[in-house]
């Protein structure tokens, strides 16, 4: 078999074999097939696309490049979420406790963030002492006892994926949806979920900006995970503005806190209550979307899901007492905030530019050797469609230095006020083949 044969095959619209595809992966991340002749090949997969077969094989080729995650010793149905990322996503850290305390096992591998605010471990660490360097003995234990636990993602999780996305990056084929669907499905695959729920954003602040395009994206990954034995569905849920009210760390993992209350942004809650439903389904602990929904509505009402989140820390070694003292948390030494120049309605947050100047506070990493600064962010007091008056505060900026004109100039020339506007809606579909 010659790579050169599989590029030509490709660039004129052939299939490739499941042993071809095996073979390109293996080649590469054994480093035996040039960075030349594999660009070669993904610039024919972005133009001439591949099938289902296809994309299903390369994930699973991508699974298999290196070690995955074994979580049979886990009791129950795993269900796993997986988010396209946005501005303000809290989602996680609200879903694994509030899942948990119905009883579906969430055994979360995470990574950190590199973009506008950290990841979810990095939210996590802002509760001191928390930590997710556990063994995958303690990890698989933790899960069977509390039902809940992460860890961070294993260096030797789907190498291949590591090395092509290096190149798409450096190719301009990083938006073939083939390409992005198997790098997503890959990981989820290799750290052993039984079922997946995706959340793929569209928006502004999404990297599918038009609805077509994540719906392109969304079947794509449910049709693999489904073809490879995983039991996948996909919701599409809007990121033109920003989830929730928080951007950037402790302000997310406050967020969180409240909407395990049952007090958070109503748009956050209703994600968390749709993907939830989604996750408790599929695990089997709900027959109907109705009855899960109810369920996930129970713990949060009796308190059962903000005390599974206590435990949770406490078990990875964090400081469960900031739930109920959030002035534990890293705190920023100045609030400013943004008043309005007019009166009107919120007409458009744009929420990658939102995010952009959150992490020019310092809350999120624009190279993968920055420091995150956990303490500072954005917390919004208004949202599409909220009416506003002239000197009201659009929202605050939490800040560890008291010069912020830069990024207030930013975030004046990405909030628009005009005479009416209407809210967007937050669930655009949902997929489940």
């Known amino acids: 078999m010659r790579m050169v044969d599989l590029i030509a095959k490709k660039r004129d619209g052939g299939e490739l074999t499941t042993a071809e595809i095996q073979f390109f992966i293996d080649g590469y991340t054994k480093g035996e097939i040039p960075d030349y002749q594999v660009s070669a090949l993904l610039m024919a997969i972005y133009f001439e696309d591949m099938t289902d077969q296809e994309r299903a094989d390369m994930t699973m080729a991508m699974v298999h490049s290196g070690e995955t995650i074994d979580l049979s010793a886990i009791h129950g ?45 990095d939210k996590l660490e802002s509760i001191d002492g928390f930590h997710v360097e556990i063994t995958k003995e303690a990890f698989i234990d933790l899960v069977n006892k509390e039902g809940l636990a992460v860890m961070g993602q294993s260096g030797n999780l789907t190498p291949a994926d590591k090395k092509l996305y290096a190149l798409r ?41 038009t609805e077509e395009d994540a719906a392109e994206l969304a079947h794509a990954m449910v049709r693999i995970g489904n073809s490879v034995g995983r039991n996948t569905m996909a919701v599409i849920s809007d990121m033109s503005q920003p989830l929730g009210f928080a951007i950037g760390n402790a302000l997310e993992v406050q967020e ?34 109705a009855e899960a929904r109810a369920k996930l509505l129970a713990v949060m009402e009796n308190g059962a899901a903000l005390e599974k989140f206590k435990s949770f820390l406490a078990h990875q070694g964090g400081d469960a007492s900031v739930v109920d003292q ?6 920023a030494r100045f609030q400013i905030e943004l008043p309005a120049k007019k009166a009107g309605y919120v007409a458009e947050i744009v929420a990658d530019e939102l995010g952009i100047a959150a992490m020019l506070l310092g ?59 209407e809210k967007p809606v937050l669930i655009h579909r949902v997929i489940t083949e």
Request: charged share 20%; net charge negative.
């Open 77 to 121: 149905i795993k269900v796993d979420k997986h988010s396209t990322g946005g501005v303000g996503d809290t989602t996680t850290l609200v879903l694994a406790p509030l899942v948990a305390a119905v009883g579906v096992p969430v055994a979360k591998m995470s990574g950190r963030g590199l973009g506008h605010t950290g990841g979810t471990i």
């Open 363 to 421: 809350a999120g990493r624009a190279t993968k050797e920055d420091e995150i600064d956990l303490a500072v962010g954005l917390m919004l007091h208004k949202k599409v469609g909220d009416p506003v008056e002239a000197g009201e505060s659009l929202l605050t900026i939490y800040s560890n230095r008291e010069n912020v004109e830069a990024v207030a100039e930013k975030l004046y020339q990405n909030i628009h006020i005009s005479d009416h506007a």
């Open 326 to 331: 959030p002035d534990k948390l890293p705190q």
């Open 256 to 289: 969180a806190i409240d909407t395990l209350r049952g007090e958070g942004p109503e748009d956050l809650t209703e994600l968390v209550l749709v993907l939830g439903s989604q996750m408790v389904v599929l695990a089997e602990q709900a027959e109907t979307l």
């Open 169 to 209: 990056d450096v190719t301009a084929t990083v938006n073939a949806i083939p390409l992005i669907a198997s790098s997503i499905m890959s990981k989820k695959i290799a750290a052993g979920a039984d079922a997946i729920v995706l959340d793929v954003k569209t928006g502004a602040g999404a990297f599918m900006k």
